[in-house]
């Protein structure tokens, strides 16, 4: 079996799939079991926890193929990936169950994956995110992260005595188990990318075509895997969670950092369609939970069928 061959790509992408699924277990037993040890609420945990060890393969993927390739991938993938978050990871995950949204989320985190789109739309309409347009997302990183230190400490500071006496003790095996389910979801993450982008990059597909699509779904699989998971389990705290607070990361952090290492151009065509699809399915998502503080099963089909409208738009 020769290096690149079809048949290698395809174990690769099998075997990106199996160490997902093994990740994602992993990580929301771990994550879970470590925020009833330190009283944390599951919704806090989706959205930071969870939510940046997701991020992880975006960060990778888009710092690599920023410094290596083009630009055209980092942004690609970001992109890709958030518009992916909503429609189809929230899309499957409500389809499996229903998806209450936790007031939290929807006051206080919500309105940063709002401000986080809007950002990016808003600097990148020149047609270039440069250094002082990464400087202004990492400013509002700082400032989300933050608000989520002193939510978590408000929460620390109104548990009870008697309450922290009924609380379990964190385990290293939790800890163990993040650290496992991360590593595993970033490697599978890895894997199922390179297998993807070789056969499409074979078969003459684009850089931003690749990272709007293939690397963006494959950085998506991480999200869509805990919130699968998560949703089975009836969590569902960590699916919504999870997602807000990952779109959060991928643009305050991930273009946030590219920015600063090296400018990304914004091609007109990005600006003309993926642009508007990023502040739709934003719009779109925030509608719905705004309006029953719930994501239903139609929710969650009409959301799958929007993302999956968008690929198909996107085909060559």
Same mark, same amino acid.
């Given at each position: 079996?020769?290096?690149?061959?079809?048949?290698?790509?395809?174990l %690769?992408?099998? +075997?990106? #799939?199996? *160490?997902?699924?093994?990740? $994602?277990?992993l990580?929301?037993?771990?994550? @879970?079991?470590? /925020?009833l040890?330190?009283?944390?609420?599951?919704?806090?945990?989706?959205?930071?926890?969870?939510?940046?060890?997701?991020?992880?393969?975006?960060?990778?993927?888009?710092?690599?193929?920023?410094?290596?390739?083009?630009?055209?991938?980092?942004?690609?993938?970001?992109?890709?990936?958030?518009?992916?978050?909503?429609?189809?990871?929230?899309?499957?995950?409500?389809?499996?169950?229903?998806l209450?949204?936790?007031?939290?989320?929807?006051?206080?985190?919500v309105p940063?994956?709002?401000?986080?789109?809007?950002?990016?739309?808003a600097?990148?309409?020149?047609?270039?995110?440069? %250094?002082?347009? +990464?400087? #202004?997302? *990492?400013?509002a990183?700082? $400032?989300?992260?933050?608000?989520?230190?002193? @939510?978590?400490? /408000?929460?620390?500071?109104?548990i009870?005595?008697?309450?922290?006496?009924?609380?379990?003790?964190a385990?290293?095996?939790?800890?163990?188990?993040?650290?496992?389910?991360?590593?595993?979801?970033?490697?599978?993450?890895?894997?199922?990318?390179?297998?993807s982008?070789?056969?499409?990059?074979?078969?003459?597909?684009?850089?931003?075509?690749?990272?709007?699509?293939?690397?963006?779904?494959?950085?998506?699989?991480?999200?869509?895997?805990?919130?699968?998971?998560?949703?089975v389990?009836?969590?569902?705290?960590?699916?919504?969670?999870?997602?807000?607070?990952?779109?959060?990361y991928?643009?305050?952090?991930?273009?946030?950092?590219?920015a600063?290492v090296?400018?990304?151009?914004?091609?007109?065509?990005?600006?003309?369609?993926?642009?508007?699809?990023?502040?739709?399915?934003?719009?779109?998502?925030?509608?719905?939970?705004?309006y029953?503080?719930?994501?239903?099963?139609?929710?969650?089909?009409v959301?799958?069928?929007?993302?999956?409208?968008?690929?198909?738009?996107?085909?060559?």
């Amino acid at each position: 079996m020769l290096p690149g061959s079809p048949l290698l790509e395809l174990l %690769l992408i099998v +075997g990106g #799939v199996a *160490l997902l699924y093994a990740g $994602a277990e992993l990580l929301v037993t771990g994550a @879970r079991d470590l /925020a009833l040890a330190v009283g944390l609420k599951a919704s806090t945990v989706g959205v930071t926890v969870v939510a940046f060890a997701t991020t992880a393969p975006e960060l990778f993927v888009s710092l690599l193929g920023a410094v290596t390739v083009s630009t055209d991938i980092g942004l690609g993938a970001i992109v890709g990936s958030n518009i992916a978050n909503i429609g189809l990871v929230l899309g499957v995950s409500a389809l499996i169950r229903p998806l209450d949204v936790s007031d939290t989320v929807f006051r206080r985190d919500v309105p940063f994956m709002v401000l986080a789109a809007l950002l990016l739309v808003a600097l990148g309409w020149d047609g270039r995110i440069g %250094l002082f347009d +990464g400087s #202004v997302l *990492l400013a509002a990183l700082a $400032a989300f992260t933050a608000a989520v230190l002193r @939510r978590v400490q /408000a929460n620390q500071s109104a548990i009870s005595d008697s309450e922290r006496d009924d609380m379990p003790d964190a385990e290293l095996r939790d800890a163990a188990a993040v650290v496992g389910g991360i590593t595993a979801l970033v490697l599978g993450s890895r894997w199922l990318i390179d297998g993807s982008e070789s056969l499409l990059a074979a078969a003459g597909f684009s850089d931003i075509f690749i990272g709007l699509t293939v690397l963006a779904l494959g950085t998506s699989l991480p999200e869509l895997a805990a919130s699968v998971v998560a949703a089975v389990r009836g969590q569902a705290e960590f699916s919504v969670g999870n997602v807000v607070g990952s779109n959060i990361y991928n643009i305050l952090a991930v273009i946030g950092t590219v920015a600063v290492v090296t400018p990304i151009g914004v091609a007109p065509g990005v600006r003309g369609f993926e642009f508007p699809a990023l502040l739709a399915f934003t719009a779109g998502i925030v509608a719905i939970m705004a309006y029953s503080e719930r994501i239903t099963r139609l929710d969650g089909a009409v959301l799958t069928v929007g993302y999956g409208v968008f690929v198909y738009l996107l085909l060559p």
